[in-house]
Nanobody, 124 residues
Framework: QLQLVESGGGLVQPGGSLRLSCAASGFTLDDYAIGWFRQAPGKEREGVSC???????NYADSVKGRFTISRDNPKNTVYLQMNRLKPEDPAVYYC??????????????????WGQGTQVTVSS
């Protein structure tokens, strides 16, 4: 069974950091594009970052310079390092995958495998 499992969410103060993990099981991530998305209550799901199979990266303007996406193929895991978290960052964060080499997007309809999400809360 193909599965993505996110972890690493939690409560952090404004300005703090969290590292989210997206672990794949049942398949290897080497040939997959991965995206991170978030959805806050009452809002649409939005793209945060994405990474190609070759390591090319893209970020939403709202997180550029604060978040870093990376992949560790031997560990079959993709990470989202989130620094300088802001009050507007809280949401359920999801990772998603699609078997596509060489490109990635932050369009959620492009992906066909999703994790269950992990909650990020920013509060003092």
């Amino acid at each position: 069974q193909l599965q993505l499992v996110e972890s690493g969410g939690g409560l952090v103060q404004p300005g703090g950091s969290l590292r989210l993990s997206c672990a794949a099981s049942g398949f290897t991530l080497d040939d997959y594009a991965i995206g991170w998305f978030r959805q806050a209550p009452g809002k649409e799901r939005e793209g945060v970052s994405c990474i190609t199979s070759g390591g090319g990266r893209n970020y939403a303007d709202s997180v550029k310079g604060r978040f870093t996406i990376s992949r560790d193929n031997p560990k079959n895991t993709v990470y989202l390092q989130m620094n300088r978290l802001k009050p507007e960052d809280p949401a359920v964060y999801y990772c998603a995958a699609v078997a596509r080499r060489g490109m990635a997007t932050m369009n959620p309809t492009w992906y066909d495998l999703w994790g269950q999400g992990t909650q990020v809360t920013v509060s003092s």
